[in-house]
């Protein structure tokens, strides 16, 4: 079957860094997402994995191991306006795309 | 900037409703979803549509039906709506012909079937 799994709530501290993982179980694999989702706002997109390595983008990166079915978002100095869901999200054959039920990241002074 | 809007933010329907969510993208995108997303189980593709008159199903398109008559406009229709269709539904659009582009989102609509 198909199937992502993230952890369901993280706590961190303001200035922090944190690593939100993801695995997954998939048919075909064209790519996998990251997106940030504020409370009551729609999905944002964050970074696009398709090669195994590291994507940096600014204080978000984004590790992508394609062997073991597992990526991880790793945010730096982390900043109350953090506090958010991040959703995995992995690009199956064709153009459809299946979601984790999401992280929820709690940023504390 | 990509625009994706959906009509309503909030909506409450009486069980047995026909209820129409509509979504409007004004990138020319090819591709659109809708998802439904529930705690604890993330989004779930109902429908989508990679062209105008097309749809396809997708995890859960029980209870649901779609019409895109045009490319810019996709509608979702509950046919007769109940309680367990209480959910946030999301409408997604992306271009179409690369797999590594991503999805835009509306806001939501948070649908309660009383």
């Known amino acids: 079957g198909q199937n992502i799994d993230q952890p369901t709530e993280m706590t961190a501290t303001e200035g922090a860094i944190v690593q939100i993982n993801c695995t997954y179980q998939t048919s075909g694999f064209n790519g996998l997402f990251w997106y940030q989702q504020h409370a009551g706002e729609a999905p944002t997109f964050l970074s696009y994995?398709?090669?195994?390595g590291l994507e940096e983008k600014g204080r978000f990166s984004s590790f992508l191991s394609r062997s073991k079915g597992y990526s991880y978002l790793l945010l730096k100095e982390l900043q109350m306006k953090d506090s958010a869901s991040y959703l995995c999200?992995?690009?199956?054959?064709?153009?459809?795309?299946?979601f984790g039920a999401g992280t929820r990241l709690f940023v504390k002074a | 900037d990509v625009k994706v809007t959906q009509s309503s933010r909030y909506l409450v329907k009486r069980t047995g409703e026909k209820v129409f969510l509509e979504c409007v993208q004004d990138m020319d995108h090819e591709n659109m979803f809708w998802y439904r997303q529930d705690p604890g189980l993330g989004l779930r593709l109902i429908y989508f549509?990679?062209?105008?008159?097309?749809?396809e199903k997708g995890d859960i398109p029980e209870g649901y039906s779609v019409s895109r008559e045009k490319k810019e406009r996709f509608s979702l229709i509950l046919e007769s709506a109940s309680t367990n269709q209480t959910s946030m539904y999301l409408c997604?659009?992306?271009?179409?012909?690369?797999?590594?582009?991503?999805?835009?989102f509306g806001q939501g609509t948070r649908l309660t079937v009383v």
């Open positions: 549509s990679y062209d105008v008159k097309m749809k």
């Open positions: 997604a659009s992306s271009p179409q012909g690369t797999v590594n582009t991503e999805a835009f």
């Open positions: 999200a992995v690009r199956g054959g064709g153009f459809k795309t299946i």
């Open positions: 994995n398709v090669l195994d």
